[in-house]
């Protein structure tokens, strides 16, 4: 079944990937295995993406298997099985309601075990720093697509900084706008060019 | 040379007597004329005076009649819920879609059987409930009026409008818009034949509608929206499959109505450039927004259609006016070399722009761009 299913998925062959799982689970197979196989085959579509063989077409098409293959296996898991590998905090700045880019690294992100709290989109900075404070997450990801919002990028950074946050939280920025220059200009630690960096950012962060 | 002349003799890849330059122009035009957006997206006199005014201070040779800051037209022509500055967002906000896939499964049919029309008529009342297909035709008759009484006067002024119709693309883009970026990519691999068989209805309509509307307003150019096919989206297969014989249909049906297909790529289209050379030589702008390595399309494209670039937004609104300068002489320098280049913003100009990075564009056409 191993390999069989980490392929099955890096191919897209949804199908192919449901039938493994309803064989595995039919003979009373272990659950675990097969979230370690898809989260292996979910890597192999980030390496694709990262070689320019895929496109974000399949990396949000592979995030689709992912969610009904897990839709499966989730009545199957024990309490304690599906424990995040960390916490994120997502969200759209304000201003901007472009959620393309923040529902890829989602998916990305939750497809690899993290948990994500998505504040959506045209995020005011003082609910980033609730969200910070409530649920306790480590990185905050911040997207946005308009020029126009890198004001609002400014200002929830800043406010993270204003409410003594910025030394238990690290930020991570990303979107059309952004860049290496920006994340130094409004003093975020990371940013990620694509949904397969941000990945990249979260996992090292959290030592994955 | 005219300004017609000199974009004529760009595309036509034959040396002008300089550089045309011809920014994107839409919400920025707002707060350069000093009337909020909300004003300039409702107001088509107050729109074309801002336009005007801002094509005339800047010395451009062509621009936008800002179109894309037009709510009858985007209301009509783009299938998503507009959010508008004044109503949904701060007044000097610019726009946003929604896109809330107002599109069904089924209407892959309608749109097959009847057509834009047919399909608008259903989508319309869907997006927004106190609209109906009538009026909105009706109110897109007068803005097309508008526009060719517009044109009219931005030519008095010695100032080319740049383009008369906007196809939103391939139909591909459209779905993008019509049932959301991520059903549409996986109406890909889930409804591949209705996309197609719609998808080329889709495109013999808006073919007709851009030849007309071109043919009424005597713009002899349409844009072409490429943002959601882009190499960032799709992998070379799914381009080929779904959106070049598209693209050929349109392009070749509008050069066959001598009209220059004016590609507006957004995203970084590198590594599908080569696709490009399909297109006869001499009879389109590739219209670029910084994302795209323009200095690639130059050696790939350069000897086969103009290119129209690309200074990033992020610099017009956040950069100094010298690397604004630098920038702009790099272009005129390397891409503008032996003709075929026109200086344009990357995209349109950002509503933070600042006016004096603007104005840099014009010095730096002025002073470096003559042949």
């Known amino acids: 079944m191993q390999l069989q299913l980490s392929r099955a998925f890096s191919a897209l062959e949804e199908e192919q990937v449901y039938q493994i799982i309803d064989e595995h689970l039919a003979i009373s197979g272990d659950p675990l295995l097969i979230v370690n196989e898809l989260s292996t085959g979910m890597e192999k579509v980030g390496q694709l993406f990262k070689d320019d063989e895929y496109a974000l077409g399949e990396l949000i ?19 304690g099985d599906d424990k995040p590998l960390g916490k994120v905090i997502m969200g759209t700045v304000e201003g901007d309601i472009h959620d393309l880019g923040k529902n890829i690294v989602i998916t990305l992100l939750e497809c690899s075990g993290f948990q994500v709290i998505d504040l959506g989109v045209d995020v005011p900075a003082s609910k980033f720093v609730d969200a910070v404070r409530e649920t306790g997450a480590d990185l905050v990801g911040m997207s946005l697509l308009l020029t126009t919002a890198m004001d609002s990028l400014r200002q929830a950074v800043k406010s993270l900084n204003d409410a003594g946050l910025r030394s238990r939280v690290k930020i991570m920025i990303g979107g059309a706008p952004t860049s290496e220059r920006l994340k130094e200009d409004v003093g975020a630690d990371f940013y990620g060019r694509d949904a397969v960096e941000a990945l990249a950012i979260a996992k090292r962060f959290f030592n994955q | 040379m005219k300004a017609h002349e000199r974009i004529a003799a760009t595309v036509s890849l034959q040396c002008p007597d300089r550089v045309p330059l011809a920014p994107l122009l839409d919400h920025w035009a707002a707060p350069y004329a000093g009337i909020t957006n909300a004003v300039l997206m409702n107001d088509s006199e107050q729109r074309f005076n801002a336009v005007l005014k801002t094509a005339q201070d800047f010395r451009w040779d062509m621009t936008f009649l800002a179109d894309t800051a037009n709510v009858t037209l985007l209301k009509a022509g783009v299938p998503a819920r507009i959010k508008l500055p004044g109503i949904d967002l701060p007044e000097n906000s610019t726009h946003q879609f929604d896109e809330i896939g107002a599109m069904k499964d089924e209407d892959f049919d309608i749109l097959e059987k009847d057509g834009i029309l047919g399909l608008g008529t259903v989508l319309i009342p869907r997006i927004y409930p106190e609209m109906n297909i009538e ?30 119709f906007v196809i939103p693309g391939p139909s591909f883009e459209y779905f993008c818009f019509a049932r959301s970026v991520n059903k549409a990519l996986l109406d890909i691999r889930k409804h591949p034949a209705k996309m197609k068989s719609a998808g080329k209805r889709f495109c013999e309509d808006i073919l007709g509608l851009a030849i007309l509307t071109s043919s009424q307003n005597a713009i002899q150019r349409v844009f072409i929206g490429l943002s959601r096919s882009s190499p960032v989206f799709l992998t070379s297969k799914h381009f080929e499959e779904f959106i070049l014989p598209e693209l050929d249909f349109l392009v070749n049906g509008l050069i066959d109505a001598d009209i220059t297909p004016v590609f507006h790529c957004d995203t970084n289209w590198t590594k599908f450039l080569h696709y490009f050379k399909r297109f006869p030589k001499a009879r389109c702008i590739l219209e670029l927004d910084s994302f795209t390595d323009i200095f690639k399309a130059k ?42 280049f026109i200086l344009s913003s990357g995209c349109s100009i950002p509503l933070n722009a600042k006016v004096d990075n603007v104005m840099a564009m014009t010095e730096a056409t002025e002073k470096w761009g003559w042949y």
Do not use: N
């Open chain 1, 61 to 79: 098409y592979s995030g689709e298997i992912f969610k009904g293959a897990m839709e499966k296996v989730k009545p199957f898991l024990k309490e």
């Open chain 2, 135 to 164: 009026q909105t035709l009706m109110d897109v008759d007068q803005a097309g009026r508008q526009i060719t009484d517009q044109a009219i006067k931005l030519r008095a002024k010695g100032i080319e409008p740049a383009v008369g």
């Open chain 2, 299 to 340: 050696e790939v494209l350069g000897d086969h259609m103009a290119i129209m670039g690309d200074v990033p937004s992020t610099l017009l609104a956040e950069g100094s006016k010298g690397e604004v300068l630098d920038y702009c002489k790099r272009l005129i320098e390397t891409i503008g070399k032996g003709g075929g």
